[in-house]
């Protein structure tokens, strides 16, 4: 569980500033579930410089709640979940610093976008919060303010989820308070499971995938292999140290994420499918698959070029849909092309997508 916060500030000198704003998306990895947004009296002047590039002033800010009246519920929505934030080392030194004062040891795991995005968006001219959003299509609305910087901040993440396809960057670039990683019971990993429709993975103790598996129904999947007595099944759980996952909207995701995965990733736990694979061109070289999203006003691509499966992702708008630059930005590259082709190619022969957008 994350939760992706933004923090506005007064500015001022290292570790004197104070908090004028706050918002936290709790997000599970699929959808925000919960979330806090608020104005904050620092109980000190705002510096000009400030004012200007947020709009928030002084006189904003005399009614709002201070820290301590809005301290609890950053604690209990913050409690169990790696704190996110583009330049996280800001945002949460600001957060210890408020607890701090209040006598509170605020300890959270903390992950940076800033550093993921430099990890697994290439070649940007920058890496701001702005910048970066604009470049990707997503869509920014309050640009710094709180809730509309972590709200973006949300959109990204699920792009870096995307784009993290051995499910290890991210892991290893979390921030732990305790410097070590706590191994999780099988029943605290059984709950974190979401009941989504998608693929998802079992880490060992070093962050390795030892096992893929995907559902309808992941929650119940990961417990049917959690709770089963079979050797292998009783190998998997005595190396089960975490869990991540991938929704989807669709069965075609579904598969195509599955197996080039285990093709990518070959699980030790796993049964690798062989594959008789079709050598057979698509009726059309250059076009996008669009179907379900994750979210009603989500759609999920698949981008085809020079009769060649490129990548696969998620968008939000059609404009982005109907912008070649941007879905090639916003697309997850495959390697195993061939395989990727063979999958697509015989899952359109026997189901429907929602459309095809030709280039």
């Known amino acids: 569980m994350y939760a992706i916060i933004d923090i506005e500030t007064t500015g001022g000198k290292f570790n004197e500033e104070g908090i004028t704003e706050i918002a936290i998306y709790k997000f599970d990895g699929n959808t925000v579930v919960d979330q806090f947004i608020s104005l904050v009296n620092p109980e000190k002047d705002i510096q000009e410089f400030v004012v200007g590039l947020t709009g928030i002033n002084n006189a904003m800010l005399r009614n709002a709640p201070k820290f301590f009246e809005v301290a609890k519920r950053i604690i209990e929505i913050t409690k169990n979940c790696t704190i996110v934030a583009h330049n996280a080392s800001f945002d949460y030194r600001i957060l210890k610093t408020e607890f701090d004062r209040l006598g509170y040891d605020f300890q959270r795991n903390t992950?940076?976008?800033?550093?993921?995005?430099?990890?697994?968006?290439k070649e940007e001219n920058s890496y701001s919060l702005g910048k970066l959003t604009k470049s990707l299509g997503i869509p920014?609305?309050?640009?710094?303010?709180?809730?509309?910087?972590?709200?973006?901040?949300?959109?990204?993440?699920?792009?870096?989820?995307?784009?993290?396809?051995?499910?290890?960057?991210?892991?290893?670039?979390?921030?732990?308070?305790?410097k070590k990683i706590k191994k999780e019971k099988l029943k605290s990993m059984i709950e974190e499971m979401p009941e989504y429709l998608g693929v998802f993975y079992i880490h060992d103790a070093k962050g390795t995938v030892i096992y893929i598996g995907r559902s309808k129904n992941m929650k119940s999947e990961l417990n049917r292999v959690l709770m089963k007595t079979s050797k292998r099944a009783l190998k998997i759980q005595t190396n089960a140290n975490s869990i991540s996952f991938d929704a989807f909207g669709n069965e075609l995701f579904i598969k195509l994420k599955y197996y080039l995965e285990l093709d990518k990733l070959s699980p030790k736990y796993n049964f690798k499918k062989i594959f008789k694979i079709i050598e057979e061109d698509f009726n059309h070289s250059d076009f996008l698959i669009v179907d379900k999203g994750r979210q009603l006003e989500e759609h999920g691509i698949i981008l085809i070029e020079n009769n060649e499966i490129v990548g696969f992702g998620h968008t939000n708008l059609a404009f982005q849909?109907?912008?070649?630059?941007?879905?090639?930005?916003?697309?997850?590259?495959?390697?195993?092309?061939?395989?990727?082709?063979?999958?697509?190619?015989?899952?359109?022969?026997?189901d429907r997508v929602l459309k095809i957008v030709r280039y």
């Open 140 to 178: 920014m609305a309050n640009r710094h303010r709180a809730s509309g910087d972590a709200l973006a901040t949300v959109h990204l993440f699920k792009i870096l989820l995307e784009k993290d396809t051995q499910k290890t960057i991210i892991q290893k670039a979390i921030k732990y308070f305790d």
């Open 111 to 121: 992950l940076c976008t800033v550093e993921l995005s430099q990890e697994l968006i």
């Open 321 to 350: 849909e109907n912008n070649l630059s941007i879905v090639r930005k916003l697309v997850t590259t495959i390697e195993n092309k061939q395989l990727a082709k063979h999958l697509v190619k015989t899952y359109l022969k026997k």
